[in-house]
């Protein structure tokens, strides 16, 4: 019975991909989900613990384990109660709901890893300078308007430009 209801779920979700394909939507756009929210999105960790998983089941493999609360994932997609998650290094797999977070977090990027970035007084590249950070620091996302994240995290606080960061979508409103 369990099987025949994963095929039909299966079978609904790629009869919408393949509309919404057909129709010109983008991936971003579409909202299939079993918790109704917005397939792909944006969510953190919990817990410094998270088991990721080879599948949606407490059965399957752990591939490898978080130990960092606060990390942002994206949500790739949903089975019942799991998500298929994805890390900024492109890693994939399947969480337990429960294990994430609604709280916005990203995390610092540069083209080189020895570069620092930026965070300004205010969202305007000509105000001071109130920070520099190195690509991988994670941040809380207070806010994102304009191109321009409010960030804050231990020791710093202020605006970055929103494409040095993973874990919001260019020029996504976050508020």
């Known amino acids: 019975m369990g099987c025949v209801r994963s095929l039909r779920l299966l079978a ?17 756009e579409m909202v299939v989900s079993a918790s109704g929210l917005p397939v792909p999105r944006y969510v ?18 752990v591939s490898w384990i978080y130990t960092r609360a606060g990390l942002p994932v994206e949500i790739t997609a949903e089975f ?10 492109g890693a994939e797999g399947w969480v337990y709901h429960s294990l994430l977070s609604g709280k916005r977090t990203a995390v610092i ?6 570069e620092l970035a930026p965070i300004y007084d205010s969202p305007d590249a000509a105000s001071g300078v109130a920070a ?33 960061l993973w874990g919001v979508y260019a020029d996504e409103k976050v508020n």
């Open 12 to 28: 609904a979700a790629g009869a919408v991909w393949f509309a919404s394909c057909a129709t010109g939507l983008a991936a971003k």
């Open 44 to 61: 953190s960790l919990k817990s410094d613990h998270v088991n990721v998983r080879v599948g949606p089941t407490k059965d399957q493999d």
């Open 132 to 164: 520099r950070l190195q690509a991988g620091v994670v941040a809380s996302v207070k806010r994102c308007v304009g191109g321009w994240c409010r960030i804050n995290g231990s020791g710093f606080d202020g605006w970055i430009e929103q494409q040095r």
């Open 80 to 89: 019942e109660n799991w998500r298929r998650v994805r890390d900024s290094e």
């Open 109 to 114: 990027t540069m083209k080189r890893k020895d």
